[in-house]
């Protein structure tokens, strides 16, 4: 079986060291075996959830719904209708994020159309960012 070092992992997952040191210590990760020399040694089931970690946290869900999603990992034949949840949960999230960017989007456009050049002192972008009493 092919062993890892921290540094081989990390470049495999494209996650840095310290990055996987936190995750040990948060129990995300397992704790490593160590070698003789007393590194840390990962297998192809380490990379694997790693891999998973890292795919999750580019979808955005955060570090509990990480840990709850490893949860059902762990346990196989657990029913998966709680993932779902989970994951519908999250694209609701990411929805309404999306909404709210659709208007900041928006609001900037309005800002931006405004400007006619000029100087500073007659900046219409500033202008519309000076807080109004």
């Not at 490893?70 to 029913?79: E, S, T, Y």
């Not at 949840?85 to 928006?106: F, P, Q, S, T, W």
Request: aromatic letters at 6%; proline letters at 3%; glycine letters at 6%.
């Amino acid at each position: 079986m092919t062993r890892l070092t921290i540094g081989a992992l990390a470049k495999a997952t494209n996650t840095k060291v310290e990055t996987i040191r936190w995750y040990e210590r948060e129990g995300i990760m397992p704790t490593p075996l160590r070698t003789a020399g007393n590194y840390r040694s990962y297998d192809e089931r380490q990379r694997q959830r790693l891999g998973f970690v890292r795919r999750c946290r580019d979808l955005g869900f955060s570090l509990d719904e990480v840990k709850d999603l490893l949860a059902f990992v762990d346990q196989p034949r657990r029913d998966c209708g709680a993932v779902e949840r989970i994951a519908n949960v999250h694209l609701g999230a990411v929805r309404r994020k999306m909404a709210d960017l659709a208007r900041l989007a928006e609001e900037l456009e309005r800002i931006c159309s405004n400007c006619r050049g000029g100087t500073v002192a007659d900046c219409q972008i500033l202008d519309a960012l000076i807080p109004k009493s």
